[in-house]
């Protein structure tokens, strides 16, 4: 059993070592879309955008291809993003937008001050929120949820800790 990846020839000794395959960067589809991105990115820092009239399904998914490039290897210009929408009917239409993805994790918000304290039983309860926790019919959701609802609410409206607002 031969554990390389030689060229064997009728079975019997190898013939030539297998030589290793170049990195994905250097493949000839890899550099292919590496120049077309690059050249998209000139265009729409150029033009401002770039349409594609009547394009087929072939055309349409190499576009989306050459854009997640850029995407991926951070050819977009700093502060822009590539957005792809629809151009009359069949067509696409590229453009740079200003600012991060609206998805981007640098767009999530904030944790602002930490966990919400809840208290380990109820107190004294406001008027409403004692309403709300004797009926059943009100505020419909799992047990668990619902008692830690009435241990939030507690926090926020207990009588006598400046809840009576």
Known sequence: MIDDDSAVADGGEPTEPAKPR??????????ARQAKAQEL???LVAEGHVRIADPDHDE???WRRVVNYAKRHDLEPTGKRIEKVPYGGPGLELFLAEGPHPNARSQRPKA????VPVPARLGRLHPVVAALKDDES???MPSALRLRSHLIWMTRYSVGHGGDR
Request: glycine fraction near 8%; charge should be positive; charged fraction near 30%.
């Open 112 to 115: 602002v001050g930490g966990p």
């Open 22 to 31: 170049p990195p994905y960067s250097e493949r000839p589809v890899a550099r």
């Open 60 to 62: 349409v998914a190499e």
């Open 138 to 140: 009100r505020l419909v």
């Open 41 to 43: 990115i000139e265009r």
